[in-house]
């Protein structure tokens, strides 16, 4: 494996999501501040500071790593906060808890489907629009492929 091709490929990317990543952090960095200072929640703060901010997502050269930010990042923040829930954690709330997580999920996805066909979409809709969230439910909608085929 040449060394130069390895590096290039990871500078590329590097160099278009750099600007957009760092004001990403300067706004977490600032939201952590702010909620140590105030006392209050930290996602709280950067959901303001983030709408403060808006406008820089919209166009120059902020938007690439701003939008790996909002879903790249984001999707391995969660998932690392899923790993700190070990199964004994979930075991040690007992049947009743778990028991209406998957009951309270069932009648969501139930719901969802029951609704999609009393509005005439298909089937997988009802089940798809429980677990999408909104950006990819706005791009299928406009797509047109929300429609039933009737």
Same mark, same amino acid.
């Given at each position: 494996?040449?060394?130069?091709?390895?590096?290039?490929?990871?500078?590329?990317?590097?160099?278009?999501?750099?600007? /957009?990543?760092?004001?990403?952090? &300067?706004?977490?960095? *600032?939201?952590?501040?702010?909620?140590?200072?105030? #006392? *209050?929640?930290?996602?709280?703060?950067?959901?303001?500071? /983030?709408?403060?901010?808006?406008?820089?997502?919209?166009?120059?050269?902020?938007?690439?790593?701003?939008?790996?930010?909002?879903?790249?990042? +984001?999707? =391995?923040?969660?998932? +690392?906060? #899923?790993?700190? =829930?070990?199964?004994?954690?979930?075991?040690?709330?007992?049947? /009743?808890?778990?028991?209406?997580?998957?009951?309270? &999920?069932?009648?969501?996805?139930?719901?969802? =489907?029951?609704?999609? @066909?009393?509005?005439?979409?298909?089937?997988?809709?009802?089940? /798809?629009?429980?677990?999408?969230?909104?950006?990819?439910?706005?791009?299928? @909608?406009?797509? #047109?492929?929300?429609?039933?085929?009737?």
């Amino acid at each position: 494996m040449n060394p130069s091709t390895t590096l290039s490929t990871w500078r590329d990317p590097a160099r278009t999501h750099f600007h /957009g990543v760092l004001v990403s952090v &300067v706004v977490a960095m *600032a939201a952590i501040s702010l909620a140590e200072h105030y #006392g *209050a929640s930290a996602l709280l703060f950067a959901l303001l500071l /983030g709408m403060a901010m808006n406008f820089l997502s919209t166009e120059g050269r902020c938007v690439p790593g701003i939008q790996f930010s909002a879903s790249t990042l +984001l999707r =391995i923040g969660v998932a +690392l906060l #899923g790993v700190r =829930i070990t199964l004994a954690q979930v075991t040690a709330l007992g049947a /009743g808890p778990i028991a209406m997580v998957v009951g309270s &999920v069932a009648l969501t996805i139930g719901f969802g =489907i029951l609704l999609a @066909r009393m509005l005439g979409y298909r089937n997988r809709v009802g089940v /798809g629009s429980t677990s999408m969230s909104s950006a990819p439910r706005r791009r299928a @909608r406009s797509a #047109g492929q929300w429609r039933t085929a009737t």
